[in-house]
């Protein structure tokens, strides 16, 4: 079935970095725009960044746009999030979402991973 | 940026009864292509959130038919016609008709 797994979460420093991996399986990786969205504990939801299925178009969130970059091996069937600078307010569970082909934005979600800046 | 404005933000709700959340948007979420890139998640306490439904009324696959979407331009409804427990939780509106692409503050429902 359609599956994505993200993992890479954990305790880092403020000022440290960490790369987020989504690995997927179920579908053709390839022919899918992904995004990274995450959700600070207790807050809503917040989009931070697209890639498209080939790579070539990229878009940020203002709150991440030069500290954070996406990423995806479509061979690897896998999509990252190289995160740089972190802030304490980074802190949140950190989600991969999937585009539909055909419906549009975050048709599917993975279970998310827990990303803590704390010195 | 497209700011997202949802109402109520908490939603007590008896069993068996409707409910409605409202979703109102900055700007029209009309695209140049015809379409309103307007959806709704729901989120299960300990869940990832789940897309219910996609440009504005389209439910997706094994989402209940008591889940229904409507709206236009920038005013948007989601109706649940009689509430269940397993219908506990967040719903989030999001566009994706603009960059960035932006949530509501999310709706709490909670059975009284």
């Known amino acids: 079935q359609v599956q994505l797994v993200e993992s890479g979460g954990g305790l880092v420093k403020p000022g440290g970095s960490l790369r987020l991996s989504c690995e997927v399986s179920g579908f053709t990786f390839s022919d899918y725009h992904m995004n990274w969205i995450r959700q600070a504990p207790g807050k809503g939801l917040e989009w931070l960044s697209y890639?498209?299925?080939?790579?070539?178009?990229?878009y940020y969130a203002d709150s991440v746009k030069g500290r954070f970059t996406i990423s995806r091996d479509n061979a690897q069937n896998s999509l990252y999030l190289q995160m740089n600078s972190l802030r304490a307010e980074d802190t949140a569970v950190y989600y991969c979402a999937r585009d539909g082909r055909w419906s549009g934005a975050f048709d599917i979600w993975g279970q998310g991973t827990m990303v803590t800046v704390s010195s | 940026d497209v700011v997202m404005t949802q109402s109520p933000l908490s939603l007590p709700v008896t069993l068996g009864q409707p409910a409605s959340i409202s979703c109102r948007s900055s700007?029209?979420?009309?695209?140049?292509?015809?379409?309103?890139?307007l959806n709704w998640f729901q989120q299960r306490p300990g869940q990832s959130p789940r897309r219910l439904i996609y440009q504005i009324s389209n439910r997706d696959s094994g989402v209940p038919d008591r889940f229904s979407g409507s709206g236009s331009g920038t005013d948007f409804t989601l109706k649940i016609s009689r509430v269940e427990a397993e219908d506990v939780g967040v719903y989030y509106c999001?566009?994706?008709?603009?960059?960035?692409?932006?949530f509501g503050q999310g709706t709490k429902v909670e059975i009284k």
């Open positions: 890639i498209s299925s080939s790579g070539r178009i990229i």
């Open positions: 700007q029209s979420l009309v695209h140049s292509d015809g379409n309103t890139y």
């Open positions: 999001m566009q994706g008709t603009h960059w960035p692409r932006t």
